[in-house]
């Protein structure tokens, strides 16, 4: 027989022999518990501060600058849309309220749109805006003036007011 022969029928014992009796060897290494590791333990105690987190503070503070947009707190929300708008941008928000931004539903799941904004840079925007949030209640609005540099700051926001007002949202 060749090498090539040769080696081919050793690999073919080897491959035998630890498929017959190292099955058991792997399967013991690979199905004991593993120690809890340092970042699951971390992540558990994050979870478990959070569940513990009291909001009604939070709430007052936030409450503030977004009155109008409507809670969902006792509604069990599938998912959440957060819009990020400038304020300027009222006709695509209503084309967004007049399309997909009007389902509530969708196959049996509730659906909510809001609208981030920050404050207005004109007082006649800022008026409008007001105006909007109360007609249809589904505006977020910041205490910061709206600009590109504060885009971090309106997605903070959101998160902040979806965990508040909006906790049982499953999907953001």
Known sequence: LRTHQWCFILCNVLLFHLLLFGADLLEQ????????SYTDAKALEIRDRARKL??????????SSSSSAVTCSNQEIFLLIV??????NRTRRD????????ATASRGYSVLTVFAVGKAASASTQLEIQEEAQRHR???????IDS?????QKMLMSVEWTVIFCPRARFI
Do not use: H, M
């Open 29 to 36: 290494y690979f199905l004991q518990s593993l120690p809890l």
């Open 54 to 63: 009291d909001v009604d503070p939070l709430k007052a503070n936030l409450s």
């Open 83 to 88: 819009v990020c708008s400038s304020p300027e």
């Open 95 to 102: 084309a967004i309220r007049q399309s997909w931004g009007n």
């Open 138 to 144: 589904d505006i977020i609005e910041g205490t910061f």
């Open 148 to 152: 590109p540099q504060t885009q971090t």
